[in-house]
């Protein structure tokens, strides 16, 4: 985050810091638990929050949250993320490469955001009374994209979960 300096004196997280001549400063950076805060306030809810990340929910039902599969990484910088999937059996007979194709068009309209692809996976989704068996297999992409200050990251994160993270199959 950056901010312009324009008084002699400024208050960041509780501490008072003096102020030299007007010009462009970084900000402190914010912690999971100060980050999770001020996305609170911007009226997200929390699914989980990590060491480095926070991870957004979904709300099913008035009474069920799940992992939205979009986070933002604390750090350095701000890294919004993103998981899209097509799942195996809602596109019987198709290939590895085309469920990833199908994955991955469910973030077309955040690639022209910026958003770039770091890392495809399969997942098998398990029985969960029988380990051994199998009922569906996911193939999922995920998508990241760096943040400028905390402002760019509330707008990446409302894009983000306003998208279909599934590929659908055609009616």
């Known amino acids: 985050?950056?901010?312009?300096?324009?008084?002699?004196?400024?208050?960041?997280?509780?501490?008072?810091?003096?102020?030299?001549?007007?010009?462009?400063?970084?900000?402190?950076?914010?912690?999971?638990?100060?980050?999770?805060?001020?996305?609170?306030?911007?009226?997200?809810?929390?699914?989980r929050t990590t060491p480095n990340e926070v991870m957004l929910a979904d709300r099913v039902r008035d009474n069920l949250l799940m992992d939205s599969a979009v986070a933002v990484r604390v750090g350095d910088e701000f890294v919004v993320t993103l998981i899209v999937r097509a799942q195996s059996s809602d596109f019987p007979g198709e290939g590895?490469?085309?469920l990833y194709g199908r994955a991955r068009r469910c973030a077309d309209p955040l690639q022209q955001r910026g958003y770039r692809e770091t890392k495809t996976q399969v997942v098998p989704v398990y029985d969960p009374g029988d380990r051994t068996r199998t009922l569906d297999t996911w193939y999922e992409v995920r998508f990241e994209r760096k943040a400028s200050d905390l402002d760019d990251v509330v707008t990446e994160l409302r894009a983000a979960l306003a998208l279909e993270k599934s590929a659908r199959p055609q009616p």
Request: proline share 8%; charged share 30%.
């Open 96 to 98: 590895e490469s085309v």
């Open 1 to 47: 985050m950056r901010y312009e300096a324009r008084a002699s004196h400024c208050r960041v997280n509780g501490q008072v810091a003096e102020l030299g001549p007007a010009r462009p400063r970084e900000m402190p950076k914010l912690t999971p638990s100060e980050l999770k805060k001020a996305l609170q306030a911007q009226g997200f809810e929390i699914y």
